[in-house]
């Protein structure tokens, strides 16, 4: 009776084991469905009845033959409300922050919130009179510096396609 019971329970174990490595695999892929709106892509994560959307644009910039990143804007929301996330590669001048004016708008400055291995991020919180600017306007510049220059950068992030996408985040 003891060799049966010492028997079982490795058996028990390997058949939980193999149950743990293969119930994920079983259980079904979130699907992700991308809609693009002018300059604008809304990406949408479904897990079930659970869908997650965000709006996101992608500024590209080529150099020796070579297209890399240069800004990634998303907007996002969390439980508390939306905000929009601009990330930039990493070398940024931390100190100066991001300046950020859609059309002829004010200029708002903004700290970058965190770097990590793929460049540093600003994060803004969105509010209604905030989403109703991005939705009524048509670019949004955004400024930053280079570590080591005095030089602000200037980037054209167009608002084509935002409203729409910005529609269900």
């Given amino acids: 009776m003891t ?3 010492t028997t079982g329970v490795p058996m028990i174990r390997n058949k ?8 994920p695999l ?4 979130p699907e992700v469905n991308e809609t693009r709106y ?31 990143p240069l800004l990634r804007a998303t907007l996002s929301r969390v439980p ?3 905000f929009l996330e601009i990330a930039l590669p990493l070398g940024m001048d931390l100190r100066a922050g991001l300046v ?9 400055r903004f700290a970058y919130s965190t770097c990590v291995a793929q460049g540093c991020a600003a994060v803004l919180a969105v ?10 306007g048509n670019r949004a510049r955004l400024g930053f510096r280079l570590f080591g220059t005095v030089e602000t950068q200037v980037v054209e992030l167009s608002l084509a396609g935002f409203t729409a996408a910005s529609e269900g985040v």
Avoid: F, H
């Fill in 38 to 68: 002018k300059d604008w892509t809304q990406v949408c994560l479904s897990e079930g009845e659970v869908s997650r959307c965000e709006a996101i644009q992608v500024l590209n910039v080529t150099q020796d033959e070579q297209t890399r």
């Fill in 127 to 136: 509010d209604e009179a905030l989403l109703a600017t991005l939705r009524a």
């Fill in 80 to 82: 508390d409300g939306q």
């Fill in 100 to 108: 950020i004016q859609i059309d002829e708008g004010e200029e708002q």
């Fill in 16 to 23: 939980l084991a193999l149950l743990a490595v293969i119930a």
């Fill in 26 to 29: 079983a259980m079904a892929a």
């Fill in 3 to 5: 060799e049966q019971k």
